[in-house]
């Protein structure tokens, strides 16, 4: 092989590499269940140390009673209507329930980290520190019980929008 040949390939597979890790996470976004979920805890100085958001999901606000959440638990997530229904306990106890989607507890407790471009960091702090904005994201769980975190909402509005309007 010739050295252009080899600086070809050199040049081409990260490329591809890199296509595959997008083709990968569109295909989890539409296999996986999807439901907005009320989040609250945002750590603002995330975003000056590399621009992510640290945010937690409201599991309160699911009807999940605070310190509930054991180990070796999981969540049940249930549709009704528009609403989402959240139970809690183990894998073995909600196998009994219908459960749209069952992700072990460690997989939504805690702060999570969500991306948000370096150019959009200020503004977004400043209105999420705003007392009257509430904000939601989508969780996308999967049929093995991963999440990943989808859209975040400001006010029910993707978060891009309302950054694009005049702040009050």
């Not at 599991?59 to 180990?71: H, I, S």
């Not at 009704?80 to 959240?86: K, P, T, Y």
């Not at 370096?118 to 939601?136: C, F, G, Y």
Request: glycine content about 8%; charged content about 25%.
């Amino acid at each position: 092989m010739s050295k252009g040949g080899v600086l070809e390939w050199l040049l081409i597979v990260p490329v591809l590499a890199v296509a595959l890790l997008m083709v990968q996470a569109e295909y989890r976004t539409e296999q996986g269940q999807m439901y907005t979920v009320p989040v609250n805890g945002f750590d603002p100085r995330d975003l000056v140390y590399g621009h992510y958001l640290s945010i937690q999901v409201d599991l309160e606000a699911l009807g999940v009673r605070a310190g509930g959440t054991k180990d070796g638990g999981a969540f049940c997530f249930q549709r009704e209507g528009e609403s989402v229904r959240v139970l809690q306990g183990t894998e073995m106890e909600l196998a009994q329930e219908n459960c749209a989607s069952i992700t072990p507890t460690e997989n939504l407790v805690g702060a999570k980290r969500y991306l948000v471009p370096e150019v959009d960091a200020l503004e977004l702090e400043n209105r999420l520190r705003d007392q009257k904005v509430k904000a939601s994201v989508e969780l996308i769980i999967q049929e093995s019980g991963e999440v990943s975190m989808g859209m975040l909402f400001l006010n029910d509005k993707p978060w891009r929008e309302v950054l694009a309007e005049p702040n009050p």
